[in-house]
C-alpha cells in the first residue's frame, strides 16, 4: 500500500500547510509549475518526490524533471504530465501517447482546475489537482491524497486551503 500526495501549479508558492497535509504521505508528485528550485527543495523536505516540468519552470528544474513521467507504483501505471488537457479534450501529443498506451492513472496540471474522472475510452483515472500556489485565477488552493493498494486507487482526498 502507497499513499501518495499530489499537488501542481505552485508557481513558486508552498502553503505552510502542506508538509503536515502531506507528511502522511509515502511519495508526493507534482506535475508541473514548480516556480522556483525552492520549492522543489522543500517538497523533498517532506517525502520523496516524483514529477514533471511546467511550461514557466526554468532551466534549473528542466534539468531536474522530464516533460512526461511514466512509472509504475504497486500495480497501477502512472502517467504526469503538465499541459494534457481533460478526458474528451486531451492535449494532441498526449492523445497520441495514449492511443498508443494509455496509464491507468494520469496525472496533469495546467488549468488550476481541480478535476477527478473517470476516462472510459482510456479505462484510467484521470487526477489534475488543481493549483497549490497562489498565482492564477484559482479561489482555493487544492491538493490530492489517493491510496495505491495493489491494482487499487482508492481512499481519493480533496484538500482544500485558503490563499
Known amino acids: 500500500m502507497l499513499r501518495v500526495g499530489i499537488l501542481s501549479d505552485t508557481h513558486g508558492y508552498l502553503h505552510p500547510e502542506v508538509p ?5 504521505c509515502d511519495e508526493i508528485w ?3 509549475d514548480f516556480g522556483t528550485f525552492d520549492v522543489v527543495e522543500s517538497i523533498r523536505a517532506i517525502k520523496p ?7 514557466i519552470d526554468g532551466k534549473e528544474i528542466r534539468r531536474e524533471f522530464p516533460l512526461v513521467s511514466q512509472f509504475t507504483r504497486e500495480k497501477i501505471e ?3 504530465t503538465h ?4 478526458p474528451g479534450k486531451y492535449e ?3 492523445l497520441q501517447i495514449l492511443n498508443s498506451h494509455a496509464p491507468d492513472l494520469l496525472v496533469c496540471g495546467h488549468s488550476h482546475i481541480l478535476k477527478v474522472m473517470y476516462d472510459k475510452r482510456f479505462n484510467l483515472l484521470y487526477v489534475n489537482p488543481g493549483a497549490a ?3 492564477g485565477h484559482h479561489k482555493v488552493i487544492t491538493l490530492v491524497r489517493l491510496v495505491i493498494d495493489g491494482s487499487d486507487i482508492k481512499d481519493l482526498e480533496v484538500i482544500e486551503l485558503e490563499p
Open 20 to 24: 503536515r497535509i502531506l507528511g502522511v
Open 78 to 80: 502512472v502517467m504526469i
Open 30 to 32: 507534482h506535475a508541473g
Open 133 to 135: 500556489g497562489k498565482y
Open 49 to 55: 518526490l516524483y514529477g514533471v516540468y511546467g511550461n
Open 83 to 86: 499541459i494534457g488537457g481533460y
Open 92 to 94: 494532441k501529443n498526449l
